[in-house]
C-alpha cells in the first residue's frame, strides 16, 4: 500500500549512543517533515525538506540531523541521544507546496533514552 | 509565529452526546486550516480541512468544522459522538504564504466517549 513506512517501530537507546530513524514514501512526494510527539505538547516541527539534497530547521532541531539523499527517503539522526529525546517520532510528506493537500503521516517511531 | 491553542485539553462524553471542541489561532493573514484525529496507538489522520470558500466544512465519521474568521477559530463538532470517535484531535494551522507549508499543531484534545 502507498503511504509513508517509518523504521524502526520501537527502539530504546542509552544515554550518549547514536541511531538513525528512516522514513520512507511512495507517493512521489516533494516535501517531507519530522515531529516529535510529546504528552501535553501536541506535535513539534523538529526538520523538514522541500526536496532532495534539501532541508531546513523546524521548531525544536537541537540535538537532530537529517539528510535527503534520495526524494523518497527523509532520514533523522540523533548524535548523542538524551533522555529529553524520549519520544515518539513521527515523519509525514505531503505533495505540494500548497498545504491544503494536507499530510500523510507514518506509523511513528516509540524511542526511549534511558 | 503563528500558534494554536486548544482549551480542552481533556473531554469525557457518554455515547449519542453533542461533541464541539475548540480551536483558536493566532495569525491574522490567509490560513489552512485542519483537524486531524490520532486512534490510539495509530498515526494521525486527516478528518478535514479549510483553505477558502464555504466556512463550514465536513469531514469523514460525521465530523464539520466551521471557520469563524473574526473569532481567529475553527471548532470541531459532531452532533452525536460514538464509542470509536474515542482518539486524539488535533487541530493545525499553516499560512498561505505560497511557500513550503508547515503545520503547526494544537496541544491536542484528548476524548474519551464512555458507552
Known amino acids: 500500500n502507498a503511504g509513508v513506512t517509518q523504521t524502526p517501530k520501537f527502539r530504546v537507546l542509552k544515554t550518549g549512543q547514536s541511531m538513525t530513524l528512516l522514513c520512507a514514501q511512495d507517493?512521489?512526494?516533494?516535501?517531507m517533515y519530522w515531529y516529535r510527539q510529546d504528552p501535553g505538547m501536541g506535535l513539534r516541527l523538529i526538520h523538514y525538506?522541500?526536496?532532495?539534497?534539501?532541508?531546513a530547521k523546524g521548531e525544536v532541531p537541537d540535538g537532530y540531523n537529517v539528510s535527503r539523499l534520495k526524494k523518497q527517503n527523509f532520514l533523522l539522526g540523533l548524535e548523542s541521544a538524551a533522555p529529553s529525546q524520549t519520544s515518539v517520532y513521527f515523519c509525514?510528506?505531503?505533495?505540494?507546496?500548497?498545504?491544503?493537500?494536507?499530510?500523510?503521516f507514518g506509523s511513528g517511531t516509540r524511542l526511549t533514552v534511558v | 509565529a503563528q500558534s494554536v491553542s486548544q482549551h480542552n485539553h481533556h473531554v469525557i462524553l457518554s455515547e449519542a452526546a453533542s461533541l464541539e471542541l475548540g480551536c483558536n489561532y493566532s495569525?491574522?493573514?490567509?490560513?489552512?486550516l485542519f483537524w486531524y484525529v490520532q486512534y490510539p496507538g495509530q498515526h494521525l489522520q486527516l478528518l478535514l480541512k479549510?483553505?477558502?470558500?464555504?466556512?463550514l466544512v465536513k469531514g469523514i465519521k460525521g465530523f464539520e468544522a466551521e471557520f469563524i474568521k473574526s473569532k481567529f477559530s475553527f471548532n470541531l463538532r459532531k452532533p452525536s459522538v460514538q464509542w470509536s470517535d474515542t482518539a486524539e484531535y488535533f487541530c493545525?494551522?499553516?499560512?498561505?504564504?505560497?511557500?513550503?507549508?508547515?503545520?503547526?499543531f494544537g496541544t491536542g484534545t484528548r476524548l474519551q466517549v464512555t458507552l
Open positions: 509525514a510528506s505531503s505533495y505540494s507546496v500548497r498545504s491544503n493537500y494536507g499530510y500523510t
Open positions: 507517493m512521489n512526494h516533494e516535501y
Open positions: 525538506s522541500v526536496g532532495e539534497g534539501t532541508t
Open positions: 495569525y491574522g493573514g490567509t490560513v489552512n
Open positions: 479549510y483553505f477558502s470558500g464555504d466556512p
Open positions: 493545525a494551522v499553516c499560512l498561505d504564504t505560497g511557500t513550503a507549508s508547515k503545520l503547526t
